[in-house]
């Protein structure tokens, strides 16, 4: 068994940043399949904290080999000044510790000005994106007009492809959202100056990685986002413009469906969600404002709060069936301290019919009633305790209640946002 993957069960944010960090201890390789530098996973290791975006986070592992698969759409400015700030804390000093697939797609300066117009256009019904060009270069993806990696270190190809989309690009900036045209040469000249720093990099990252899972190399697969924003089995159209399912592994990785062993789901002990969207279990009260507070619950990075609300069982129970997830770690369990009494989310009602699973009907999530068990909490700190026998009963019970509605075993219980404020409970992951 060679392969894990790891991946968000609820609207992303559940601190998989330092899961996947803890995890890459036991990885030779460390790969990301999907999403954008939207991501932006904060590791805090010996107090000094960083925050990567498109890097998978197992980079602050010497001698471990990243990978961007060609799932995950990039923005190649912002992958340069990620590599050089590693580099300055000494990381990435060996250019054969990150390859870069050459069928990921570029985000383009056109897809970036096009995202932020459209939210800025939307007015209050804005889906909260964060102006990125995730989406517009995914949208590119399937329009089969986009351009990847390999087009770049073509110079012939990727002059004549920059330019007859920016022709087009500039009439729909101009004509529909009202915005400047972008100037061709000014991208040119750009982008041809960050192919030269990002080529050493560029290579078949699919086939590479098939060697590597053959040679019995441990490889571990990171998403980004969470199963509640996947464009499929989210809460479309409050969702992402990827798919993040553990599925997504194949398609956006290039590997074959029995190379993927394991899949380990990330969930906060509560619920916490980015934007607009129906969200079952938010609270609006002094309950929801400590959660925010003490869970320094405000977005990596863009800084927007994040709403937050009870642990929806209903979620992380429709996600385990959605990734097959074959254990669960559970972070930020040292956030609910202090609360008198916890609440766990059940099921739904709506209109008579009971809910056990997420409903596809927005309509029905924005108004159904959540039906809500209720738990003894906890006074005491969480953060120095080591071991699950050092909980506090009422926190390993409310960690037991969590297994049986979710039907997925703990293997891992974080304490604080620390590497090493961590319960270990089964303690093989691979
Ligand atoms: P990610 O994108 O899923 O990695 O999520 P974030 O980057 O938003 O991480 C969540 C935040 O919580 C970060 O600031 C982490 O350092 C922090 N964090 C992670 N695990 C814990 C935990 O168990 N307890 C506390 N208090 N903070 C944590």
Redesign the pocket.
């Known amino acids: 068994m060679s392969t894990l993957v790891v991946i968000?069960v609820q609207w992303?944010?559940?601190?998989?940043?330092?899961v996947v960090d803890l995890l890459a201890r036991e990885a030779d390789i460390i790969v990301r399949f999907q999403g954008g530098n939207n991501?932006?996973?904060?590791?805090?290791v010996d107090g000094q904290k960083t925050v990567v975006r498109l890097i998978p986070?197992g980079v602050l592992h010497a001698g471990k080999v990243c990978v961007i698969g060609n799932g995950v759409v990039v923005d190649p400015q912002v992958l340069v000044e990620e590599i050089d700030t590693l580099q300055q804390q000494g990381c990435l000093t060996d250019p054969a510790l990150l390859k870069i697939s050459e069928t990921a797609h570029l985000i383009m300066p056109y897809h970036k000005a096009i995202d932020l117009a459209r939210e800025r256009l939307r007015g209050e019904g804005r889906i909260g994106t964060t102006g990125r060009g995730i989406g517009p270069t995914y949208e590119d993806k399937m329009a089969r007009v986009g351009i990847r990696f390999v087009d770049l270190l073509d110079e012939k190809i990727f002059s004549e492809k920059l330019a007859h989309n920016l022709q087009e690009k500039n009439i729909y900036l101009g004509a529909i959202l009202q915005e400047q045209a972008l100037d061709y040469r000014q991208i040119f000249d750009r982008y041809c100056h960050l192919r030269t720093r990002l080529a050493p990099y560029i290579t078949n990252t699919s086939r590479y990685l098939h060697q590597e899972i053959s040679r019995g190399r441990k490889v571990l697969f990171e998403g980004?986002q969470g199963t509640m924003l996947d464009v499929d089995h989210g809460t479309y159209p409050y969702v992402t413009s990827s798919n993040t399912v553990a599925g997504a592994v194949c398609a956006g990785a290039g590997i074959a469906p029995r190379h993927i062993h394991n899949v380990i789901g990330?969930s906060k002990a509560y619920t916490t969600r980015v934007g607009s969207g129906p969200f079952p279990t938010e609270l609006f009260g002094p309950e929801g404002e400590k959660l925010r507070r003490?869970?320094?619950e405000f977005?990596?990075v863009t800084g927007r709060p994040r709403r937050c609300g009870w642990f929806d069982a209903v979620v992380v129970r429709t996600a385990a069936r959605l990734n097959g997830l074959t254990s669960l770690a559970l972070?930020?369990?040292?956030?609910l301290s202090g609360l008198p009494t916890l609440r766990i989310c059940t099921g739904y009602q709506y209109r008579g019919q009971h809910y056990d699973e997420v409903p596809a009907s927005t309509t029905v999530l924005e108004n159904l009633t959540p039906l809500y068990e209720d738990l003894p909490g906890w006074d005491e700190p969480l953060?120095g305790i080591r071991s699950l026998d050092a909980l506090p009963g009422n926190a390993r019970r409310y960690v037991e209640r969590i297994e049986e509605l979710v039907g997925v075993p703990v293997k891992m219980i974080?304490?604080?946002?620390g590497r090493e404020?961590t319960i270990l409970i089964r303690p093989s992951f691979f």
Do not use: C, F, P, R
């Open positions: 968000g992303g944010d559940e601190g998989k940043g330092k991501a932006g996973h904060t590791l805090v986070s980004a990330i003490d869970g320094g977005g990596t972070t930020k369990i040292d956030v953060t974080s304490v604080g946002a404020e």
